[in-house]
């Protein structure tokens, strides 16, 4: 009997490990999207300190210029980023084929019309990607109330412009902020609610 019994031990310890790994699986997938099953965290390097919640910053002596971003934007308009300077700028990487950004999206439609309403000198910047039509990306914005302008970058070529380190072409959702000065103060590459957007945003609102 005791021989019996061994490999039904294995047995539940192997549905256990499997088990295990597709909920690790699938609480990634409600992190980030990656495309290549490379981790959401995956660039390295900068001057960031990251926290526990995610999020990385950047001391403001130590901060390093954001790229110019410039393009059509899903509305049909153009956009250059560098026009921003003297607002914190909060750019958001999204496609409308990611969960995540879904989860996300009303958090941003949220915390943006707050921060309008207060008067903040804040400018929310979408960067919309891997959507081959502006068609489902335009779709994804009127179904969660997005008002602000996002570039349409289908192949992901504005988020190669970034210094290396600062973002993981894989990882999207990502969300990167810039201080009033268009520099890189704070980012993270998994989904964020309102209140880690908010620790993002308002340090930098803050500073003189």
């Given at each position: 009997?005791?021989?019996?019994?061994?490999?039904?031990?294995?047995?539940?310890?192997g549905r256990?490990?499997?088990?295990?790994?597709?909920?690790?699986?699938?609480?990634?997938?409600?992190?980030?999207?990656?495309?290549?099953?490379?981790?959401?965290?995956?660039?390295?390097?900068?001057?960031?300190?990251?926290g526990t919640?995610?999020?990385?910053?950047?001391a403001k002596?130590?901060?390093?210029?954001?790229?110019?971003?410039?393009?059509?934007?899903?509305?049909?308009?153009?956009?250059?980023?560098?026009?921003?300077?003297?607002?914190?700028?909060?750019?958001?990487?999204?496609?409308?084929?990611?969960?995540?950004?879904?989860?996300?999206?009303?958090?941003?439609?949220?915390?943006?019309?707050?921060?309008?309403?207060?008067?903040?000198?804040?400018?929310?910047?979408?960067?919309?990607?891997?959507?081959?039509?502006?068609?489902?990306?335009?779709?994804?914005?009127?179904?969660?109330?997005?008002?602000?302008?996002?570039?349409?970058?289908?192949?992901?070529?504005?988020?190669?412009?970034?210094?290396?380190?600062?973002?993981?072409?894989?990882?999207?959702?990502?969300?990167?902020?810039?201080?009033?000065?268009?520099?890189?103060?704070?980012?993270?590459?998994?989904?964020?609610?309102?209140?880690?957007?908010?620790?993002?945003?308002?340090?930098?609102?803050?500073?003189?």
């Open positions: 009997m005791s021989l019996s019994r061994a490999p039904r031990r294995r047995s539940i310890s256990a490990l499997l088990l295990t790994a597709v909920t690790l699986a699938g609480a990634l997938t409600l992190t980030a999207c990656t495309g290549d099953g490379s981790k959401p965290n995956g660039s390295s390097g900068g001057n960031y300190v990251t919640s995610g999020i990385s910053t950047v002596g130590e901060r390093t210029d954001a790229p110019k971003l410039d393009g059509e934007t899903l509305d049909g308009e153009t956009l250059d980023t560098t026009t921003l300077k003297g607002k914190v700028v909060v750019l958001n990487v999204w496609g409308s084929w990611c969960p995540p950004c879904r989860a996300e999206a009303p958090y941003f439609a949220k915390v943006s019309k707050e921060l309008a309403d207060a008067g903040q000198d804040v400018a929310f910047v979408g960067i919309n990607t891997r959507d081959e039509g502006k068609q489902n990306a335009i779709a994804f914005e009127e179904t969660f109330g997005i008002t602000y302008p996002s570039l349409f970058d289908p192949a992901g070529k504005l988020m190669l412009r970034f210094p290396d380190g600062t973002l993981n072409a894989n990882a999207i959702p990502s969300t990167i902020v810039l201080d009033k000065e268009g520099k890189i103060a704070a980012r993270t590459l998994v989904m964020v609610d309102d209140v880690k957007l908010r620790s993002m945003i308002d340090p930098l609102l803050a500073e003189k």
